[in-house]
């Protein structure tokens, strides 16, 4: 019973690609050896990155006040703790990271509905535990977030 399951699957493919062939012939029956239709090439898309600038400016302005009033001791820390919690990050399945995504997502669509009030809250929540979570080793930051994420489910 296999064994004709399995003549029959390759009879398929056979007539299959038979098939397809002969339908691709007329397409290229016009092509010999040295004579290839000629094929045109557009021109490269140029991007306009002249705002990438004044972008990357915000960026470097709003990073020297978020490290204002440290010492260089300070800012390696923070670079550091900011380093590990990207790894604890990237230590995560897809299936955990997408979970927390949506998850995050899903906080931000309601943001538009929240009060003042509860958007001010909200974000001392999310302060306060990213403040716990920062000075953990590696170790501490992957199980933090694994328990994070099965909390979400």
């Known amino acids: 019973m296999k ?3 399995k003549l029959t699957l390759a009879a398929i493919l056979v007539i299959g690609a038979f098939s397809i062939s002969i339908l691709t012939v007329p397409a290229f029956a016009e092509w010999d050896k040295f004579n ?3 094929i045109y090439v557009s021109d490269m898309i140029k991007k306009d990155y002249s705002n990438k600038k004044a972008s990357n400016e ?3 302005e709003k990073m020297k006040n978020y490290y204002k ?6 800012i390696a820390e923070k670079k550091r ?3 590990e919690m990207g790894e604890a990050y990237k230590s995560l399945s897809i299936q955990d990271r997408a979970a927390m ?3 995050f ?3 931000k669509m309601q943001w538009d509905t929240m009060s003042e009030d509860e958007k001010t809250q909200k974000k001392t929540e999310m302060k306060q535990m990213f403040q716990e979570y920062l000075p953990l080793t590696l170790e501490e930051k992957k199980q933090k977030l694994q328990e994070y994420i099965k909390s979400l489910n």
Do not use: A, L, S
């Open 101 to 103: 995504i949506i998850h």
């Open 69 to 74: 009033g440290m010492t260089d001791e300070q």
């Open 3 to 5: 064994n004709t399951v």
């Open 36 to 38: 290839y239709p000629e």
């Open 58 to 60: 915000k960026y470097n």
């Open 105 to 107: 997502m899903q906080m």
């Open 81 to 83: 703790q900011f380093k």
